[in-house]
Protein backbone atom coordinates (compact mmCIF):
# COMPACT_ATOMS: atom_id res chain seq x y z
CA UNK A 1 0.00 0.00 0.00
CA UNK A 2 2.82 2.57 0.58
CA UNK A 3 4.39 1.86 -2.48
CA UNK A 4 1.12 2.54 -4.77
CA UNK A 5 0.82 5.75 -2.35
CA UNK A 6 4.30 6.95 -3.36
CA UNK A 7 4.10 5.39 -7.23
CA UNK A 8 0.64 7.37 -6.88
CA UNK A 9 2.79 10.72 -5.39
CA UNK A 10 5.37 10.58 -7.82
CA UNK A 11 2.96 10.25 -11.06
CA UNK A 12 1.02 13.30 -9.72
CA UNK A 13 4.18 15.10 -9.40
CA UNK A 14 5.49 14.02 -13.02
CA UNK A 15 2.15 14.86 -14.36
CA UNK A 16 2.30 18.48 -12.63
CA UNK A 17 5.93 19.62 -13.54
CA UNK A 18 5.24 18.03 -17.35
CA UNK A 19 2.31 20.40 -17.56
CA UNK A 20 4.10 23.16 -15.96
CA UNK A 21 6.99 22.82 -18.31
CA UNK A 22 4.31 23.09 -21.29
CA UNK A 23 3.01 26.02 -20.00
CA UNK A 24 6.03 27.36 -19.38
CA UNK A 25 6.65 30.98 -21.18
CA UNK A 26 9.66 32.71 -22.98
CA UNK A 27 9.79 36.26 -22.21
CA UNK A 28 12.86 37.98 -23.62
CA UNK A 29 13.40 41.79 -25.31
CA UNK A 30 15.55 42.87 -28.36
CA UNK A 31 17.48 45.59 -29.29
CA UNK A 32 14.38 47.68 -30.24
CA UNK A 33 13.08 47.20 -26.75
CA UNK A 34 10.23 45.09 -28.16
CA UNK A 35 9.28 42.23 -25.60
CA UNK A 36 8.41 38.73 -27.32
CA UNK A 37 6.29 36.33 -25.40
CA UNK A 38 6.71 32.82 -26.87
CA UNK A 39 5.04 29.74 -26.36
CA UNK A 40 7.89 27.18 -27.06
CA UNK A 41 11.61 27.53 -28.29
CA UNK A 42 11.69 28.69 -32.15
CA UNK A 43 12.50 25.78 -34.32
CA UNK A 44 13.62 28.14 -37.59
CA UNK A 45 15.45 30.59 -37.98
CA UNK A 46 16.39 33.08 -40.64
CA UNK A 47 19.61 35.42 -39.57
CA UNK A 48 20.42 38.48 -41.73
CA UNK A 49 23.70 39.04 -40.59
CA UNK A 50 26.87 37.25 -39.70
CA UNK A 51 26.99 38.49 -36.36
CA UNK A 52 24.03 37.01 -35.59
CA UNK A 53 24.67 33.81 -37.22
CA UNK A 54 28.19 33.34 -35.53
CA UNK A 55 26.16 34.16 -32.12
CA UNK A 56 23.71 31.60 -32.88
CA UNK A 57 26.11 28.75 -33.19
CA UNK A 58 27.54 30.34 -29.67
CA UNK A 59 24.39 29.38 -27.94
CA UNK A 60 24.21 25.62 -29.26
CA UNK A 61 21.34 27.03 -32.08
CA UNK A 62 23.21 26.44 -35.03
CA UNK A 63 21.12 23.48 -36.31
CA UNK A 64 18.11 25.80 -35.94
CA UNK A 65 19.24 28.26 -38.88
CA UNK A 66 17.16 28.01 -41.99
CA UNK A 67 18.74 30.93 -43.65
CA UNK A 68 21.37 33.39 -43.46
CA UNK A 69 23.26 35.91 -45.60
CA UNK A 70 26.15 36.29 -47.46
CA UNK A 71 29.55 36.23 -45.69
CA UNK A 72 27.68 33.85 -42.96
CA UNK A 73 30.53 31.91 -43.37
CA UNK A 74 31.53 31.00 -39.70
CA UNK A 75 31.78 28.12 -37.96
CA UNK A 76 32.39 26.36 -41.11
CA UNK A 77 28.71 24.74 -40.29
CA UNK A 78 27.14 28.27 -41.23
CA UNK A 79 29.04 28.02 -44.69
CA UNK A 80 26.19 24.73 -45.78
CA UNK A 81 23.23 27.37 -44.48
CA UNK A 82 21.08 28.56 -47.61
CA UNK A 83 21.54 32.09 -48.05
CA UNK A 84 18.33 34.33 -49.13
CA UNK A 85 19.92 37.80 -50.10
CA UNK A 86 22.86 39.88 -48.33
CA UNK A 87 22.18 41.95 -45.57
CA UNK A 88 20.93 44.94 -47.74
CA UNK A 89 18.37 42.85 -50.03
CA UNK A 90 16.78 39.94 -48.83
CA UNK A 91 15.45 37.34 -51.54
CA UNK A 92 11.42 37.69 -50.35
CA UNK A 93 10.05 34.30 -52.43
CA UNK A 94 13.12 32.22 -50.59
CA UNK A 95 13.00 33.41 -47.44
CA UNK A 96 9.04 32.45 -47.44
CA UNK A 97 9.73 29.16 -48.73
CA UNK A 98 12.34 28.92 -45.69
CA UNK A 99 8.96 29.18 -43.44
CA UNK A 100 11.05 30.51 -40.27
CA UNK A 101 9.36 30.78 -37.06
CA UNK A 102 11.49 34.16 -36.50
CA UNK A 103 13.87 36.49 -38.46
CA UNK A 104 16.57 37.83 -36.69
CA UNK A 105 17.81 41.13 -38.18
CA UNK A 106 20.65 43.39 -37.51
CA UNK A 107 19.25 46.88 -36.11
CA UNK A 108 21.46 49.37 -37.80
CA UNK A 109 22.51 47.14 -40.79
CA UNK A 110 19.58 45.69 -42.43
CA UNK A 111 17.36 48.29 -44.21
CA UNK A 112 14.66 49.08 -42.17
CA UNK A 113 12.51 49.43 -46.06
CA UNK A 114 13.59 45.51 -46.45
CA UNK A 115 13.03 44.64 -42.84
CA UNK A 116 9.56 45.99 -43.09
CA UNK A 117 8.34 43.79 -45.82
CA UNK A 118 9.50 41.07 -44.01
CA UNK A 119 7.30 41.67 -41.23
CA UNK A 120 4.51 42.94 -43.51
CA UNK A 121 4.65 38.60 -44.95
CA UNK A 122 3.65 38.11 -41.07
CA UNK A 123 7.03 36.74 -39.82
CA UNK A 124 7.94 37.86 -36.13
CA UNK A 125 11.43 39.87 -36.21
CA UNK A 126 13.68 40.16 -33.57
CA UNK A 127 16.65 43.14 -33.74
CA UNK A 128 19.73 42.41 -32.61
CA UNK A 129 22.51 44.94 -31.80
CA UNK A 130 25.09 44.25 -29.14
CA UNK A 131 27.62 47.51 -29.24
CA UNK A 132 29.74 46.09 -25.91
CA UNK A 133 31.17 42.64 -24.80
CA UNK A 134 28.53 42.72 -22.08
CA UNK A 135 25.53 43.04 -24.91
CA UNK A 136 27.13 40.28 -26.93
CA UNK A 137 26.71 37.85 -23.73
CA UNK A 138 23.40 39.54 -23.08
CA UNK A 139 22.38 38.56 -26.71
CA UNK A 140 23.89 34.96 -26.58
CA UNK A 141 21.26 34.47 -23.29
CA UNK A 142 19.01 36.09 -25.15
CA UNK A 143 19.27 33.69 -28.09
CA UNK A 144 19.49 30.74 -25.99
CA UNK A 145 16.59 31.49 -24.33
CA UNK A 146 14.33 31.79 -27.92
CA UNK A 147 15.88 28.43 -29.00
CA UNK A 148 15.29 26.67 -25.56
CA UNK A 149 19.18 26.15 -25.12
CA UNK A 150 19.60 28.54 -22.07
CA UNK A 151 20.45 25.89 -19.59
CA UNK A 152 23.63 24.29 -22.24
CA UNK A 153 24.12 28.06 -22.93
CA UNK A 154 24.35 28.93 -18.77
CA UNK A 155 27.40 27.49 -18.66
CA UNK A 156 29.44 28.90 -21.42
CA UNK A 157 28.23 32.49 -20.45
CA UNK A 158 29.29 32.21 -16.90
CA UNK A 159 32.88 31.23 -18.09
CA UNK A 160 32.83 33.99 -20.71
CA UNK A 161 31.89 36.41 -17.31
CA UNK A 162 34.58 35.66 -15.41
CA UNK A 163 37.00 36.00 -18.04
CA UNK A 164 36.03 39.68 -19.05
CA UNK A 165 35.85 40.29 -15.49
CA UNK A 166 39.24 39.03 -15.03
CA UNK A 167 40.76 41.02 -18.03
CA UNK A 168 38.88 44.08 -16.77
CA UNK A 169 40.77 43.66 -13.64
CA UNK A 170 44.10 42.99 -14.63
CA UNK A 171 43.90 46.18 -17.36
CA UNK A 172 41.78 48.58 -14.93
CA UNK A 173 45.00 50.28 -14.05
CA UNK A 174 46.20 50.92 -17.74
CA UNK A 175 45.33 54.67 -18.88
CA UNK A 176 42.06 54.33 -21.30
CA UNK A 177 42.63 55.54 -24.73
CA UNK A 178 41.15 57.56 -27.02
CA UNK A 179 42.54 56.98 -30.08
CA UNK A 180 42.97 53.24 -31.45
CA UNK A 181 44.75 53.13 -34.92
CA UNK A 182 45.33 49.62 -36.74
CA UNK A 183 46.67 49.22 -39.91
Do not use: C
Not at 150 to 157: C, F, G, M, P, W
Not at 160 to 172: A, C
Request: aromatic share 8%; charged share 20%; hydrophobic share 45%.
Amino acid sequence: MKQLLQVLVLSFVLLISTELAATTKINVADAAGTQFTLIKPVKRIVSLSPHITELLFETEAGHLIVGTVEYSNFPDAAKKIPHVGNYSRIDLERLVALKPDMIIAWQSGNPQSMVNKIAELGFPIFYSEPRSIEQVLKEIKTFAQMAGMAEKTDKKIRVYQTKLESLKSNYQHLPRLSVFYQM
